[in-house]
């Protein structure tokens, strides 16, 4: 079983370095850490008294695993989860913030499990993912990762402007959908054609 270490650092790699753009409500980003975040967090890297684009391109990676370890794992209380949850809920926390927690809610209550969709780990949902593993040990991880995918594609349905993120220029997965299904096993993948008709109402 991987680290938290570990699974931070492949978020990290997953998330790149420094990008700021005008189509992602994030805004100014580096090793998947937002401005927001960092202002958030008070991480006034050159100590002028605001966190600037400046503070987000001097963020190392080793700092943003640290942020990712306390921030979206450690303090969100994804370790409570049943194990064959956590990377996926912890890398889609950094993606989507409390947003990944809701989808795993939303998941718990179309399994029969009763659950507010609020998106906090508390000991409701704790109890609920831990009963829907014991039920569907070999199940839940993949349905996670489907809800996810589903996740990704209903903003870019919403929102022209984030089907870059969904689909590349050549028509093919992009990036939000093949990180999504870095946690689905294989049979579960949507084929080329499969993923051609689910976006094909796009323009």
């Known amino acids: 079983m991987q680290t938290v270490r570990e699974i931070a650092t492949e978020i990290v790699g997953r998330e790149g370095g420094f990008v700021n753009d005008p189509d992602d409500p994030g805004g100014a980003t580096n090793h998947g850490v937002t401005i927001h975040t960092m202002r958030a967090l008070g991480i006034d890297l050159d100590r002028d008294g605001a966190v600037t684009i400046s503070d987000v391109r001097a963020l ?3 700092h943003a695993i640290e942020i990712f370890e306390k921030h979206y794992f450690e303090k969100p209380l994804i370790a409570l989860l049943p194990p064959v949850l956590q990377a996926s809920v912890f890398d889609m926390y950094v993606n989507a913030g409390a947003n990944a927690v809701k989808i795993l809610q939303r998941l718990l209550r ?17 109890g609920a993912a831990q009963a829907a593993y014991l039920e569907a ?5 993949d349905a996670y990762g489907i809800a996810r995918r589903n996740y990704y594609f209903r903003i870019a349905d919403r929102r022209a402007a984030s089907r870059k993120y969904a689909r590349t220029r050549a028509g093919r997965k992009g990036g939000w959908i093949k990180r999504a299904e870095e946690f689905i096993s294989p049979r579960y993948h949507l084929s080329h054609q499969q993923f051609h008709q689910r976006v094909a109402a796009w323009v």
């Open 60 to 62: 190392t990676k080793e």
């Open 110 to 126: 179309d399994m029969g499990r009763s659950v507010s969709v609020d998106g906090v780990l508390g000991p409701q949902t704790i």
């Open 137 to 141: 040990p070999t199940y839940i991880a």
